[in-house]
């Protein structure tokens, strides 16, 4: 069973669009993120949820819009769809909980996001 | 604020030769050290961390790392790299006394690892 997968792995979509990026886990992991990885390979953090609460929010346009239905799901929802939000998104989860608790964030496979 | 520094961006390195990919980071608070690793086209793979403890971190697949406090790096090593090496590695630090949804981690920009046969 994947850890933490994404649907879907490829999305081809026109400037306007609406789109939404599904993430599931099944570590039970108490803590949830979006990362956003742009064309030069730079990785950086869009979000976190902890037991569906959003903890981290990091200047990311109004235009996303996360939403944790659960702990064990965390989707990003994005409208209005921009040339520049084609990247690739990944989905992670840690357990969290403070010090020496959080060992490892795990990755879902990303989502490729082009928008034309 | 954190920030991580990987000077070098690409690194060629003959099969079955030894490999160095330099990671410096600057902090304010006390840090996790992490390597992950990105084969083509796939997502990230935690390759090591260090948390505490020993200094020297191993991975099974003959990864190794050492963090140097006074010198704020956290440089990766192999003796002898070999073709299916052939990833982006990205260094990764992330605050030790965030918790409850804040453990987010700080990247490097990368280094492409290419393995010539």
């Known amino acids: 069973d994947t850890a933490v997968s994404q649907t879907p792995k490829y999305l081809v979509t026109q400037m306007g669009n609406d789109k939404s990026i599904k993430c599931e886990q099944n570590?039970?992991?108490?803590?949830m993120y979006w990362y956003k990885q742009d064309s030069k390979k730079f990785l950086k953090i869009m979000f976190s949820y902890n037991n569906k609460e959003l903890i981290i929010n990091e200047t990311v346009p109004n235009r996303f819009s996360p939403k944790s239905p659960d702990k064990a799901h965390l989707n990003l929802h994005i409208n209005s769809l921009e040339l520049g939000d084609s990247a690739v998104y990944f989905c992670?989860?840690?357990?969290?909980?403070?010090?020496?608790?959080?060992?490892?964030?795990?990755f879902g496979q990303g989502t490729r996001l082009t928008v034309v | 604020a954190q920030s991580v520094t990987q000077l070098d961006s690409q690194v060629p390195v003959f099969e079955e030769a030894p490999v160095e990919l330099r990671c410096n980071y600057s902090s304010s608070v006390s840090v996790y050290l992490f390597w992950y690793v990105q084969y083509p086209n796939q997502g990230l793979q935690l390759l090591l961390k260090y948390l505490s403890g020993s200094t020297l971190v191993k991975s099974i697949n003959g990864f190794e790392a050492e963090f140097n406090k006074s010198q704020t790096s956290f440089h990766l090593r192999k003796p002898s790299v070999h073709i299916s090496d052939t990833a982006e590695y990205f260094c990764?630090?992330?605050?030790?006394?965030?918790?409850?949804?804040?453990?987010?981690?700080?990247f490097g920009t990368g280094t492409r690892l290419t393995i010539i046969p």
């Open positions: 992670a989860s840690s357990q969290g909980g403070g010090r020496y608790m959080n060992t490892e964030a795990f």
């Open positions: 570590l039970g992991h108490d803590t």
């Open positions: 990764a630090v992330s605050d030790q006394w965030a918790n409850f949804g804040n453990e987010k981690l700080t």
